[in-house]
């Protein structure tokens, strides 16, 4: 089954400080993308960062890495330098057939 | 290109009533993906489209639900006989052949 698994229902991070939500997916593809969006208390969903499943090398984005583990199944993302704006819904998509697969999300909080 | 654009932001509406949502995706993205979000949870997928073509519905998409794209450009959403259970954002998203949506602002609906 394909599915996608975000184990943190909630966290919270002091301003400047690092975070790291974790995710887990389950697949049968070989090759696919992985993807973190964040969707801020606006509702607008923004993708954050994606990561290649056949590219060893993580994905960065400025503030943003990812850990991605293809045996595991795994695909971590890292904040560095916290930022109050980067307090939103964190949601970990993953490949599913026709479509990606999101998992319930992260609730982060930044605290100032 | 203004992204993908969703009408309305919301609407209220009576158990029992016909809501129709209409969404613009991007206009050279020829993927148009409808989801339904509920509060605190991720999305869900409702069904897929690549140009006018409905690839996929998920089994959430019950008979009450229909969804066009009309020469694969917008699309609507429509929901019939509406149900408190239907309350949710729906959300729309487009992408070319690519890894990766826009998602629009989506559409909150209340059922009263």
């Not at chain 1, 975000?6 to 974790?22: D, F, G, I, K």
């Not at chain 1, 509702?43 to 993580?58: D, G, H, T």
């Not at chain 2, 066009?68 to 959300?91: V, W």
Request: charged share 20%.
């Amino acid at each position: 089954a394909q599915t996608v698994t975000q184990s943190q229902p909630e966290m919270s991070v002091q301003e400047a400080e690092t975070v790291t939500l974790s995710c887990t997916y389950d697949t049968s593809e070989n090759n696919y993308y992985l993807f973190w969006y964040k969707q801020p208390p606006s509702r607008q969903m923004i993708l954050v960062i994606r990561q290649e499943a056949y590219k060893q090398q993580n994905a960065t984005e400025n503030r943003f890495s990812v850990n991605f583990q293809k045996a595991a199944k795994s695909f971590s993302l890292k904040i560095s330098d916290s930022q109050l704006g980067d307090t939103a819904m964190y949601f970990c998509a993953g490949p599913g057939t026709y479509k990606y697969i999101f998992g319930t999300g992260t609730r982060l909080k930044v605290l100032a | 290109d203004t992204g993908v654009s969703q009408n309305p932001r919301h609407k209220i509406t009576k158990r029992g009533q016909n809501v129709t949502f209409r969404c613009d995706p991007i206009s050279e993205h020829n993927r148009l993906y409808w989801y339904r979000q509920t509060l605190g949870q991720g999305p869900e997928f409702l069904t897929y489209f690549q140009n006018e073509a409905q690839l996929e519905k998920s089994r959430l998409l019950s008979d009450r639900f229909s969804a066009e794209r009309p020469k694969g450009s917008f699309s609507t959403l429509e929901i019939q006989r509406t149900e408190q259970g239907d309350s949710a954002m729906y959300l729309c998203a487009s992408s070319l052949t690519g890894p990766g949506y826009t998602f629009g602002s989506g559409t909150r609906l209340t059922v009263v």
